[in-house]
Each structure stands twice: as C-alpha cells, then as structure tokens.
DNA sequence: GCTTGACCTAAACTTAAGTTGAGGAATTAC
DNA sequence: GTAATTCCTCAACTTAAGTTTAGGTCAAGC
C-alpha cells in the first residue's frame, strides 16, 4: 500500500464536518486511535474519516457512543479495515436499525388504533405495551400496570 | 375510596410507573398541571395519568420535553381533554413518528448499498447525508429504546 | 528565525432528563 | 395522640455527548 501520509486532526474535522474537539473526545472514548507525531500531534489514516462517518450516521439513528463502541469492537485499532471488516459492522448495524424501524411501526400502528378513541388507558390500549417499553433504562419501579377497572376512558 | 377524588402523586406513580421525581420533574416542566390540596401536597385528575401514558410513549419514540410539551399545548390544561383533543395530538404525533421512520428507512436503504462496498466515503456515499442530519434531531439524536444493543458485530 | 496559526492537555461548563438527599410538614394508621 | 408514612421544596448530583477556556507547544510562512 502506497505510504500515504497521514492527516492532522484539523483536515479530519474539514472532511468529516465533525468538530475537532468532537474528534478528541472519541479518541477517548476509543472509537479512533491516531498515532502521534514527534511532536506529539495526532496522525490520522484516511481510514479513520470512514470510521468517524460512521459514527455520525450511527448517532443520527440513535445509537450511542457506547453502542458504536460496540459495534466497533471488531475492527482493527491501528490499521485500515477491510472490506469484510466494515461489512460485517455495516451488517450488525443494519439489524439495530431493522429493530428500531419495527419498534415505531409497531408505535404507529397502535396510534392508528387509537387516533379516534383517544383512549391510552392502560389497560385497554394496546399503546401502551410494556414489552416494548422493556428493560429501558432508568432505576425505579418500572410499571405496575395496571386494574384500571373503569370501562371509560378518562 | 372516594370515586372521583383527586389522585396523590404517589397513586399517579404507580399507576403510570413513573417515578415521583419524574412526575415532580414533568411538572416543572409544564406538562402536567395538578392542582393542590390545602396542605400544599399535589392532586392529580385521573385524565393525568393518560398524560404521563402519553409522555412515556412519545419519550420512547425519541421525542423530548420540549416537543413533548409543544404537542401538548392546545391541551387544556385544568379540565380533562376531550376526545377531540386527544385526536388533535394523536394526529401530530403521528406525523412526527412517521418522519422519524422515512429518515431510518431512507439510512437503511442507503446502507443497503454499502453494505457490499464499506465505502462510507462522504464525497460518494450516499449514506452520509447532510440534508438528514440537520433536520430530525436537533442536538444529540435521543432515541433512548435500548434492548436492541445486544445485536452485534462478531 | 521569528511570527502566526494549528495543535496539545486538563478542567470547567452545557443541556437533557432526571435522581438523591436534607430538612420539614401533612396524612394515615393504630 | 403519637408514630409511621407520604409528601413538600430546594439544591446538589448524575450521565451523555460534547464545547469552551486557559495556558502552553509545534510547525509553516515570510
């Protein structure tokens, strides 16, 4: 491979859009690896504005850093990934994504039900489903649904 | 056992599986407006609980307080809404999932035609489009639905 | 060979969406 | 009538994802 030479962190930020202080900071959050010059300033692989892309569309979606960092996982630190590597990344993200889809559909397709009744009444709107809501996030009793006894809605 | 009496806070957290200090939080924020007992402590309608329904529902689709609260302000605020009203912002909140679903189907299918190539190479790609990242989110995408992290590269 | 601009680190600040804790007051239970 | 709950306010703390600032260092242009 031609010794290509490597890019500061200010023509990263110019051809990813990202700040620079954005960059850092997912260096340390390991989501790129520079090395460093002599004199101590980041030197980035072309590779690495794939990488960065990557996580601005990732995030668009909703994916955290955490997330990516996961995603991540599996490609090389410090040389430039294949063609394998990033389509087996491109793969897993495809399926969050196919997930995340489903999961507003389903969200859509319940409000459907519900746009003329108005109802959200927990017990008998289907809205309003634990499962999705899941192991979300956050301490706390988490839902306690419900004997809402009343047959009309609020 | 008072039929039609007001609700405590703590009657409205285990109902909706909100946390008290999350419903103190809402309040503070403008979404719920409960009024008070002559001892100070907080009295909620029953049509409440919809409410807080509906800021869990619309929270796990990505939507923040602030729009939350933006699709909440033809609400009345003191009377329990009428159907009519909770069609109103059904329909709005309709429109918003459904803008949040094309811009993750309009990524997928771009992802689609990269999942071979792992090009992601801004100037080419389609995927990396600037057009998409501006709108949609605003700061910091907030899709908060987890249970989808388990999928990944190996 | 100096001067400017790009870069460095570390720490503090920001916003969103809450949680936690301190110090009291109101209700409920016996 | 007291004890135990539940609730009150206010303030500080938390996490995520960065930005901003302060005080320096490196490298490129003239």
Redesign the pocket.
């Given at each position: 491979m031609a010794a290509q030479k490597g890019l500061?962190?200010?023509?990263v930020?110019a051809r990813t859009g990202?700040?620079?202080?954005?960059i850092?900071?997912?260096e340390g959050?390991g989501l790129v690896h520079?090395e460093?010059?002599?004199?101590?300033?980041?030197v980035f692989l072309r590779s690495d504005i794939r990488r960065l892309s990557f996580?601005m569309i990732a995030?668009q979606i909703g994916?955290?850093?955490?997330e990516i960092s996961d995603l991540f996982a599996s490609l090389p630190e410090r040389r430039t990934p294949t063609k394998a590597d990033w389509s087996r990344i491109s793969g897993a993200f495809r399926r969050m994504l196919d997930e995340r889809i489903a999961l507003m559909e389903r969200t859509r397709d319940r409000l459907d039900g519900c746009i003329g009744c108005g109802c959200l009444s927990l017990k008998k709107c289907q809205l309003y489903n634990p499962e999705d809501r899941a192991r979300g996030l956050?301490?706390?009793p988490r839902f306690v649904l419900d004997n809402v006894s009343q047959v009309r809605a609020d």
């Open positions: 500061s962190i200010g023509d930020a990202l700040s620079v202080s954005a850092r900071f997912y959050r520079p460093r010059s002599s004199g101590g300033q980041r996580i995030q994916l955290t850093i955490e956050g301490t706390g």
